[in-house]
């Protein structure tokens, strides 16, 4: 069994819809937990960074974290053709141990 | 603010070569960490350097190797290439505990 588990999708949707994608890990250390986006042919782009349980908004998007169940998402609002690409979920402990545990990631096409 | 920068942006080698791949930075940026990826896989750690001491290495064979300069520069070189290393070869900069900041990745294809 992987540390993280995402579901690779692909995930297809229209514009305007809102989109949930989500993540599930297996160690409680895990702390720092991140979402990234990846256009084809690009390196990964830090959308949301968060730390500890709970929720953290920008603008169209929402990252939630829920320790209990070692469960995290992304929820993207009103989304948009260009939100188009493979979402990574990443996490790290607060350890000597800096490396990233990844997710395999979530292709997403947004519909016009 | 220049991104980080990895040199070359695609490569292609013959199985039993080596490559050497390059990535700058973003200026004052101390951290650069390396990673494999691909479509099974994923993203895949490699090894991590701060102030070219290497903090930190993934399950990778010796034949995966890195380095750091004193400007943060880092390469990273793999030698005897086997078809299974033809992947995306990212690097990431980081500042303090902030999230990390890819460059777009050097495509490594392996005939």
């Known amino acids: 069994q992987k540390e993280v588990e995402q579901d690779p999708g692909p995930l297809s949707v229209p514009e305007g819809a809102i989109v949930s994608l989500n993540c599930t890990y297996s160690?409680?250390?895990?702390?720092?937990f991140m979402w990234y986006r990846q256009y084809s042919r690009k390196g990964p782009e830090l959308l949301m960074y968060?730390?500890s349980s709970g929720n953290k908004e920008d603008g169209r998007f929402t990252a939630q974290v829920d320790k209990s169940s070692k469960y995290i998402s992304l929820f993207i609002r009103d989304s948009q053709p260009s939100d188009s690409a493979t979402y990574l979920c990443?996490?790290?402990?607060?350890?000597?141990?800096?490396?990233?545990?990844w997710g395999l990631g979530t292709s997403l096409a947004v519909n016009p | 603010k220049a991104g980080v920068t990895q040199t070359p942006r695609y490569l292609i080698k013959t199985r039993g070569q080596q490559v050497t791949l390059s990535c700058s930075p973003i200026?004052?940026?101390?951290?650069v960490s390396w990673y494999q990826q691909t479509p099974g896989q994923g993203l895949q750690f490699l090894f991590e350097?701060?102030?070219?001491?290497?903090?930190n290495k993934g399950n990778f064979p010796g034949r995966f190797s890195g380095r750091q300069f004193s400007n943060s520069r880092s390469e990273m070189n793999v030698s005897t290439l086997e078809l299974g290393d033809s992947a995306l070869y990212l690097c990431?900069?980081?500042?303090?505990?902030?999230?990390?900041?890819f460059g777009s990745g050097t495509r490594l294809t392996v005939v």
């Open positions: 160690n409680s250390a895990f702390q720092y």
């Open positions: 990431a900069s980081r500042s303090g505990e902030d999230g990390y900041t």
């Open positions: 350097y701060f102030s070219e001491t290497q903090r």
């Open positions: 968060t730390y």
């Open positions: 200026s004052g940026h101390r951290s």
């Open positions: 990443a996490m790290k402990d607060a350890g000597n141990n800096r490396k990233l545990i």
